[in-house]
């Protein structure tokens, strides 16, 4: 799980945004958003689709991770 985490930040990190999005929603697909590492593909997922669609896809999302992880260090 690690693993796949530090390979969708690499993405991200790498301008590879298209391909940050499809690991983390193959992530919270597979493993559920109960996980740990939930937020940090969550918010993964969603600065990638602040790059490549409208700002307000970001503030969006941002807003949805606050709302449904509430005491996350995201």
Known sequence: MEELYEQTWNAYKEEK?????AWADMAL?????SIALA???EYV???SRGKIEVVDTL?????RIIEKYPNSEI
């Open 17 to 21: 945004y298209f391909m940050a999005i």
């Open 29 to 33: 697909t597979t493993y559920g958003d």
């Open 39 to 41: 937020p940090k593909f």
């Open 45 to 47: 997922k969603a600065i």
């Open 59 to 63: 503030i969006s999302d941002l807003k």
